[in-house]
């Protein structure tokens, strides 16, 4: 198992420009989450799947972001319009749903830079 | 609502001497605790974690114990190492779901 994969590491785009990372999970896990991470902060809750549904969105998610896990495997995130505020550390973390014994596993995140 | 406060950084050290990041919170009901670690250029990594009141959670010399009357859950080691420089994320949690971090406390261990 090669632990919980994102794509790109590194995006530069554009004001205006809209982007698409890439999250894969690992394999067995049915819980998917994003988070934001801007510098010196901790990261921000974003969105969660379970399967393909999507349970949760944070009030950060603008009406610019969308997510998607179809077939309850790989996830993406776009972000359309980008604006100079989108500019962060986006991660994926995934999870096995076993109560209190479950632990989320995180990616390397994606850098994103909006110029 | 939730929310975790931890002390601002950076801690700066010696090599092998006492390390302690404090960790405060603010839930209702029963969360879980944890301390995650970034290390430079990688992934945030689980650390320790603790999911009920007095558990203690260790892990690579590294203790922190779930205090619910004081509403902490303080990092500790005894003896720091070059290696354990990196940035320190306390965290809660209600099984598995979203995750709500501190901001993050950078430690740098000097030789």
């Known amino acids: 198992d090669t632990g919980v994969s994102q794509d790109p590491r590194h995006k530069i785009t554009k004001r205006g420009q809209n982007v698409t990372f890439r999250c894969d999970p690992i394999s067995e896990h049915n819980r998917l989450y994003w988070y934001r991470q801007t510098l010196g902060q901790g990261p921000e809750f974003l969105t969660y799947?379970?399967?393909?549904?999507?349970?949760?969105k944070s009030r950060l998610l603008s009406d610019r972001f969308s997510a998607e896990r179809p077939k309850g495997s790989f996830s993406t995130l776009e972000i359309q319009r980008t604006e100079q505020g989108d500019s962060a550390m986006y991660l994926c973390?995934?999870?096995?749903?076993?109560?209190?014994?479950?632990?989320?596993?995180f990616g390397q995140g994606t850098r994103l830079t909006v110029v | 609502g939730n929310s975790v406060t931890q002390m601002e950084g950076p801690v700066t050290l010696s090599e092998e001497a006492f390390l302690t990041i404090n960790c405060t919170y603010t839930?209702?009901?029963?969360?879980?605790l944890f301390w995650y670690v970034q290390y430079p250029g990688e992934g945030l990594q689980l650390l320790l974690k603790a999911t009920k009141a007095d558990d203690k959670g260790s892990n690579k010399g590294f203790e922190a114990t779930y205090r619910k009357e004081t509403t902490s859950f303080h990092l500790e080691k005894g003896s720091v190492q070059v290696s354990d420089s990196a940035v320190y994320f306390c965290a809660l949690g209600y099984n598995t779901d979203k995750l709500i971090f501190g901001t993050g406390t950078r430690l740098q261990v000097f030789p």
């Open positions: 839930a209702t009901g029963y969360p879980s």
């Open positions: 799947f379970q399967n393909e549904a999507q349970l949760e």
């Open positions: 973390a995934s999870s096995l749903r076993l109560g209190e014994d479950a632990e989320a596993f």
